[in-house]
C-alpha cells in the first residue's frame, strides 16, 4: 500500500471518529494526475444519495500534463464504492447531528486507487487554539529538559 496523498487539514480542522478504504471511479487521467500528486482536498466531503450510493463531491484533480483535452471538470463528483451493509451503517452514523464524511488520504492498493474517508465532526476555533498552546508547552518543557540534561 503506497499512500500517495495525505488530506493533512483533516486532523486539525475535524475531530475524526471512524475510518473506511473505499474505492473511487475515476477516468484514466485522473489516475496519472493522482500518481503525479496533483490532488487538492479543500472543501471536498462525501454525501450519501437517496439511491444509497455515495458521492465525493469537490475533489481537485488537476488535469494530466499532457491531456490536451479543455471539456474537463477537475471537481466533478467522483463514485466511492462501498458495501451494501458499510452505506447502511453509515446512513445511521450520520444521522447525528454534525458529522460529516471527509476524505483523508488517496493511495494505490495492487494497483487500484483508493480512498480512505472518515467520519468526522468539526471543531471550534476554542479547541484548535486549546490544542496549540498544549503543544506548544509540550515542546517547550521538552526543550527545557533537554538543556538541563546537558549540563549534568
Known sequence: MK????????KHEYEIFDRWETGIVLKGWE??????????????????????E??????????????GRADYDPKRERKLLLHKSEIR????????????????????????????????????????????KRRAIEREVRHTLKEKRGFY
Open 31 to 52: 489516475v496519472k494526475s493522482i500518481r503525479e500528486g496533483r490532488v487538492n482536498f479543500t472543501n471536498s466531503f462525501a454525501r450519501i444519495d437517496k439511491k444509497g
Open 54 to 67: 455515495v458521492f465525493l463531491y469537490n475533489l481537485d484533480i488537476a488535469p494530466y500534463t499532457s491531456i
Open 89 to 132: 451503517r453509515l446512513i445511521g452514523v450520520l444521522a447525528q447531528k454534525g458529522l460529516t464524511l471527509i476524505p483523508l488520504s488517496i493511495y494505490f492498493k495492487k494497483g487500484k486507487a483508493k480512498m480512505e474517508i472518515g467520519l468526522a465532526k468539526g471543531k471550534k476555533l476554542y479547541d484548535k487554539r486549546e490544542r496549540l
Open 3 to 10: 499512500k500517495v496523498i495525505i488530506n493533512k487539514k483533516a
